[in-house]
């Protein structure tokens, strides 16, 4: 039985202009944790219930381990590594669903992505950046992009699930941002820091819902 969106939608309407009014005029209160994390918490409960499809149990799973993050990096403020090692579970489940609708061969997508996570590693080093905590995420951040242009290769079925992924990555630069600006206080970049730290979550609410209204819909 296909499930009405719509009060699931008016519902993150409604978490998503309180955290925002939150972050835009009591920055740093902490109001705002518990009205974001609720807000991932009802795109996870939005599947439950849901069916037999494979591609909504595998989104379902990530949400799970997307809360798991969430709760490491947002609510404890603590475990980071943890936290990202999470989304890069989340990330694993992604790129089974889009194996599973594009069945592509898993010697090129494996082969693509060991590269494109080497050259972001290989650019972390050469920044003299690279401890454990930048190359667990460098490594997860060449996977969500990956999957970000995988599912813009599958065309139609694929479009709601790469807007989300798109919107996750805009989510990740601004965390990348504001997690620079202590080692590169100089840097031009930063004009861009007060958006940053409004854009995190302007940008991955909205990319969490579409994942989540994403579900089902690759394949069966």
């Not at 109001?31 to 439950?48: E, H, Q």
């Not at 969430?70 to 590594?81: A, K, M, S």
């Not at 460098?138 to 790469?162: E, H, K, P, V, W």
């Amino acid at each position: 039985m296909r499930r009405n969106p719509v009060p699931f939608l008016i519902a993150e309407g409604c978490l998503y202009a309180a955290f925002l009014g939150l972050d835009l005029f009591l920055p740093g209160s902490g109001l705002d944790v518990p009205i974001k994390y609720l807000s991932i918490l009802l795109c996870f409960c939005y599947l439950l219930g849901h069916s037999r499809n494979t591609d909504l149990r595998l989104t379902r799973v990530a949400l799970a381990f997307t809360l798991l993050a969430d709760l490491f990096l947002l609510v404890l403020d603590r475990w980071y590594t943890a936290g990202v090692a999470s989304f890069c579970v989340v990330q694993v489940l992604y790129l089974i669903r889009l194996q599973r609708a594009g069945r592509r061969p898993w010697a090129h997508t494996l082969a693509f992505r060991g590269g494109l996570a080497a050259v972001l590693l290989a650019a972390g080093g050469a920044l003299g950046v690279l401890d454990p905590l930048t190359a667990l995420t460098l490594l997860y951040f060449s996977q969500l992009t990956a999957n970000a242009f995988t599912a813009l290769s599958l065309g139609r079925r694929g479009r709601m699930l790469a807007v989300g992924l798109f919107l996750f990555m805009g989510c990740d630069l601004c965390v990348g941002l504001c997690n620079l600006a202590p080692l590169l206080p100089e840097a031009p970049v930063l004009v861009l820091l007060p958006f940053a730290q409004v854009g995190m979550w302007l940008f991955y609410l909205p990319s969490q819902v579409l994942i989540t209204l994403s579900a089902g819909k690759l394949c069966d």
